[in-house]
């Protein structure tokens, strides 16, 4: 008598809640971002328009390369630091901002699990498919976790963050606050302060100042996977605001502002050349040579990351970097506790 293989455990449905707070003003950001950043006199726009599934994959990618260190050191440091992580903060819950696969934060949840702490999840990510799959996917790996997803922007929607049920950590990592200049980058900051009771703590991720040599290699690989990533970006144009850019019109130019201490990826067009955006009847010229800048990515010194986090009303906890101080965890909290 043939035996039927059992079937894999499904997560209770009560353990998953996802709340999407999309409502078609993604779309009317790029065509709002576009409109602006190329009408400028030096063209510009943001990197969060990078990542289309084929930025994500390709983004994906860049982290596996051997010149790009900040997704290996940040792995290093939690690995190294979580359970000391889960002691300090006693937290019930994490939040984390700009999900994704969840891939690093397992980390985290695994400590908070061991330490016996640990109720809900809350990621924050624009991928509704991606935060359904991690929450069925998490909900089988720790039994009795809670899931509650929110679709939206974390830049627009931090106020849909549902209420702790106890003491939290908020997660920001992989150096994202570096895509921020510093005046919004505060400004966020004291956002994401507000969301922080007195228990409550955020751990940031930071890329730290360095020999700029190794900061270009990172943002300029020799397999040339981030050229690709960023000439996605006119991919991304042409197809959401029937743009006819030609990627291969433009190179991939990353450098380091010294001044500013900032990575600067670029496109600059190999030749003289116009395109159209159709949906916003807007013709885009460039000379030969010109330039469109499409990320910076701020570096920080640990008393960057002081000053940013005081401005923001947050005191400095625990200072954590990899054996070779290329990348920073920060954890802090609410300054008057």
């Given amino acids: 008598m043939s035996v039927e293989p059992a079937a894999p455990p499904q997560p209770p449905q009560a353990s998953i809640r996802i709340d999407s707070h999309l409502d078609g003003a993604e779309d009317r950001s790029l065509a709002e971002d576009v409109l602006d950043g190329l009408t400028r006199p030096f063209k510009e726009l943001p990197p969060k328009h990078f990542y289309d599934a084929r930025g994500a994959q390709l983004f994906d990618r860049i982290c596996e390369l051997p010149e790009y260190y900040p997704t290996r050191c940040e792995r290093t ?60 996917a998490l909900t089988v790996e720790y039994p009795g976790l ?7 922007d974390f830049e627009r929607h931090l106020g849909q963050i549902p209420a702790a049920n106890g003491p939290r950590i908020v997660a920001f990592l992989g150096g994202t606050i570096g895509n921020f200049p510093p005046g919004s980058r505060r400004r966020f900051l004291r956002e994401i302060a507000r969301l922080l009771g007195p228990e409550d703590h955020l751990l940031m991720g930071t890329d730290l100042v360095k020999d700029p040599r190794v900061l270009e290699a990172a943002y300029d690989d020799s397999q040339g996977v981030t050229a690709e990533f960023n000439r996605n970006v006119l991919r991304v144009l042409n197809r959401e605001l029937r743009a006819d850019f030609d990627p291969e019109d433009f190179d991939h130019v990353a450098i380091f502002d010294t001044h500013h ?56 906890t625990e200072w954590m970097t990899d054996p070779d101080g290329l990348f920073a965890l920060s954890l802090s909290g609410p300054a008057a506790r």
């Fill in 261 to 316: 201490e900032w990575i600067e990826m670029r496109l600059r067009a190999r030749r003289e050349l116009s395109a159209c955006v159709g949906d916003l009847d807007l013709s885009v010229h460039f000379d030969e040579g010109e330039e469109l800048r499409t990320e910076i990515s701020a570096k920080f010194t640990p008393q960057r990351v002081e000053g940013d986090l005081a401005a923001a009303g947050l005191a400095l």
């Fill in 146 to 152: 809670q899931v509650h997803g929110v679709i939206g």
């Fill in 77 to 136: 440091i939690l690995g190294e630091r979580a359970d000391e992580l889960a002691e300090l903060t006693g937290a019930v819950e994490l939040v984390e901002l700009g999900s994704g696969t969840a891939a690093k934060t397992r980390v985290l949840l695994d400590a908070l699990s061991a330490a016996g702490t640990l109720e809900r999840y809350v990621p924050v990510d624009v991928t509704e498919s991606m935060v359904r799959e991690c929450a069925e």
